[in-house]
Nanobody
Framework: QVELVEPGGGLVQPGGPLKLSCAAS????????MAWYRQPPGKERELAVW????????VYVDSAKGRFTISRDDAKNTVYLQMKNLNVDDTAVYYC????????WGQGTQVTVSA
């Protein structure tokens, strides 16, 4: 059974850091590029960052460059998103999924940036 579980969200003050994780199961994790998506309030879900299947390539949307870092641990079937210098525009539900061949979406995790 394919499953994506994304714990780790929460409330963070502007300028603060937060690290998200996503545990995957039910498929051969190391075969797939993985991505973090986010859905701001009232908006569509959007791609934020992705990492290649071997971890060597990473791509960030402009708003994430220099502030977000994606990484993966294939031994743990987990992809991470380290975020820093968060601002209110980063408030969203964050999801992970396979890039280009998505499976059923997990619950996501709410990240709220607020003073």
């Amino acid at each position: 059974q394919v499953e994506l579980v994304e714990p780790g969200g929460g409330l963070v003050q502007p300028g603060g850091p937060l690290k998200l994780s996503c545990a995957a199961s039910g498929f051969i994790f190391s075969n797939y590029a993985m991505a973090w998506y986010r859905q701001p309030p009232g908006k569509e879900r959007e791609l934020a960052v992705w990492i290649g299947y071997d971890g060597r390539d990473t791509v960030y949307v402009d708003s994430a460059k220099g502030r977000f870092t994606i990484s993966r641990d294939d031994a743990k079937n987990t992809v991470y998103l380290q975020m820093k210098n968060l601002n209110v525009d980063d408030t969203a539900v964050y999801y992970c999924n396979r890039l280009g061949a998505p499976v059923s979406w997990g619950q996501g995790t709410q990240v709220t940036v607020s003073a």
